[in-house]
């Protein structure tokens, strides 16, 4: 492994890698580091989660003037919270150097934006409409740049922005330095390396390294009506630190949310909807554990870099296999295991069996818990609870009371009163969730022809359903131990 100390990387950022707790280069920070450090295009094959940001980030930092304010190197992403997230590590990369970054994106007050832009940020973090906008308006001025990313371009691509990197590109100082991340590389993007692009040299990160191997894969047959019930027993019998729930449409969000949250769940929805402060409001409740699950559209599957997840549950499985290895890529970070756990109606087996062909990897099924044994895994969380604290061993204050209790009553009705207090019963209220059609093989392959080119110039995060090509990429097809027992035994990694 690659140490930051052996890339050349100029001592403010190293403070600041240090000041983030990062030490070790991840395979496409070690090798794209280097050459985009002595001026080449580069072109990064890798997949959400690999260390993107800092790849192109720190050398894009190590050639910026921080006296000069003015835009010098320019970060086009497919989503605002992709860009939010992105501008966001820049800044911690920077802040030893001076160097400022800012997000753009649709969405927000064009005359606030204006207003930030004439502060002088060093990088500007952007969406592609909005970012030409500005170009037109002369509000960004690209006169300065010297480094030019496309991140995510396949993404880009699929939501109908491809038109619109081309015009930012042609628009952007020939002289500069131009650096290209994709998952995939189809076609298009492979044009634009053609055409607007110096020589780029290619890295990608290995098959083994583009896996999802600390990611164990599950699913459940279950019937559409039954899936709720399913999910809240799934919660209380495994009792996940913090769990994404992905479903298809914003109005079943709305539902699951409004559901989870009525049977006594730490429980927030977000989708494209929501205002920009909402959305924020509910992410960072996320991040900072003041919420326990997060019920998302895959607005949310691209970007969202939350440490410490330790389950995503496909409520609806997606149409597309690229989909689904984007959205259970959110559990299973920074070297962390997680568990990623998909519910299939019995009419959609096959598509199931379509997404473990594609992405070369294999769900275990699993038994769905029952009401019972939902019970029984509150009762061990409350459990565990009990021994942590007889663990700490600060109990004296409290003997004397325990004792009076113990003459009065025998030992296994105090402890299971004691269980009953702290066991977290839930509300048993109905809830109902709006049916959506099963996926069928043949509309996840006629989606995959779909560029999903709508172009909607009023949202850019917005994306549309399956339109990805399937890009086939290794997900890692190690052996899983099966059986629902097994299963429960191993404790979640929190």
Sequence with gaps: MTTFNELNISQPIMKALQKMGFEEATPIQSETIPLALQGDDAIGQAQTGTGKTAAFGIPMIEKIDPKQRKIQGLVVAPTRELAIQVAEELNRLGKMKGVRSMSVYGGQHMERQIRALKDGPHIVVATPG??????????????????????????????????????????????????LFSATMPKEIRDIATNLMKNPKEVKVKAKEMTVENIDQYFIEVPEKQK???????????????????????????????????????????????????????????????????VATDVAARGLDISGVTHVYNFDIPQDPESYVHRIGRTGRAGRTGEAISFITPREIAHLNLIEKVTKSKMTRMAPPTHQEAKRGQQQAAADKLRKKIDQQDLQDYHETANELLQDHDSISVVAA??????????????????????????????KNNKGRSHNKKFYGKRGQGGRKQGGRNQGGRNRKGNYQKHRSRKPNS
Excluded: C, W
């Design 130 to 179: 909005r970012l030409l906008d500005h170009m037109r308006r002369k509000t960004i001025r690209t006169t300065d740049v010297k480094t030019a990313v496309l991140d995510e371009a396949d993404e880009m691509l699929n939501m109908g922005f491809i038109d619109d990197i081309r015009d930012i590109l042609k628009n952007i100082p020939e002289d500069r330095q131009t650096l």
């Design 228 to 294: 709720f019930d399913t999910l809240t027993n799934h919660l209380d019998f495994y009792a996940p630190a913090l769990a994404i729930v992905f479903s298809r449409t914003k109005k079943r969000v709305d539902e699951i949310t409004d559901g989870l949250q009525a049977r006594g769940f730490r429980a927030e929805g977000i989708h494209g909807d929501l205002t920009q402060g909402k959305r924020m409001s509910v992410l960072n409740k996320f991040k900072n554990s003041r919420v326990d699950v997060l």
């Design 418 to 447: 004691a269980l009953k207090m702290m066991t977290k019963e839930r509300r048993n209220a109905p809830v109902n969730i709006s049916s959506v059609q099963p996926i069928s093989v043949k509309k996840a392959q006629h989606g």
